[in-house]
């Protein structure tokens, strides 16, 4: 088993914008908020056995084919490594785009599953736990070292992004441009057909899910 945790953060505008914090190198900034040149969010997935962090600048809105498009980039460079890997624990905050509800995203991770031969097993934190989602350090540490730099261009963002360190280690950094359509949801008829494929813990059917997984007998679906 491989475990994993995925998350995204606030989006940021990107422009000459004043965020707080101290620099070292005196840095100009806009007196005014004005219309931000791009925006961006960080996606990241954090190995934390390994202390590995890959981090996506996301420039669309990201939605739950947005987050397993990059679980889908992340195990393209992870599977030959962790070939032996039968199932992939997930820790996740339980996020409009992601929770075990969200039809898109459970018919994405389905043929994620199959595609790869593997069990996604998904743990969520309930709500006010989101805390004690691992990647939730690597965040805080991001926001310490871009804290009072000047985020006024894609490339900035993706430079400062590539430069922090967790644990002595660089995360790997990406831009994605692709533009994901909003409200994409399966009918209900089709998400009984993905329901089929999954099972849900007993009392915690929302917050612990198998995908394609061999469960003991007492497990319904």
Same mark, same amino acid.
């Given at each position: 088993m491989l475990r994993i945790s995925i998350d995204a953060k606030a989006m940021i505008k990107v422009g000459p914008f004043a965020r707080g914090g101290k620099s070292r190198i005196p +840095?100009?900034?806009a007196d005014h908020d004005f219309e931000p040149v791009a925006t961006v969010t960080p996606v990241g997935i954090f190995l934390p056995a390994f202390d590995e962090? *890959?981090?996506? #600048?996301?420039?669309?809105?990201?939605?739950? &084919?947005?987050?397993? &498009?990059?679980?889908? &980039?992340?195990?393209e460079t992870?599977?030959?490594? *962790?070939?032996?890997?039968?199932?992939?624990?997930?820790?996740? &905050?339980?996020g409009p785009e992601s929770h075990s509800r969200r039809t898109q995203f459970m018919q994405r991770l389905v043929g994620f599953a199959q595609q790869y031969? =593997?069990?996604?097993?998904?743990?969520y934190y309930p709500p006010y736990h989101s805390k004690y989602n691992p990647i939730e350090r690597c965040w805080g540490i991001l926001e310490q070292h871009w804290n009072g730099a000047l985020l006024d261009s894609l490339e900035a963002v993706i430079q400062y992004a590539s430069s922090m360190t967790w644990k002595g280690k660089h995360p790997v950094v990406s831009l994605v441009t692709t533009?994901?359509? +909003? #409200?994409?949801? =399966?009918?209900?008829?089709?998400?009984?057909?993905v329901e089929n494929?999954?099972?849900?813990?007993p009392a915690l059917r929302k917050w612990f899910v198998d995908i394609n997984a061999s469960l003991p007998a007492s497990w319904d679906s």
């Open positions: +840095t100009k900034a962090l *890959f981090l996506y #600048g996301v420039t669309s809105k990201v939605t739950s &084919d947005c987050l397993v &498009d990059r679980l889908l &980039d992340c195990w992870l599977k030959e490594r *962790f070939s032996h890997i039968k199932t992939l624990l997930i820790n996740l &905050d339980n031969h =593997l069990t996604v097993r998904l743990a533009t994901y359509q +909003t #409200g994409v949801k =399966l009918t209900k008829e089709a998400m009984v057909l494929q999954i099972q849900r813990l």
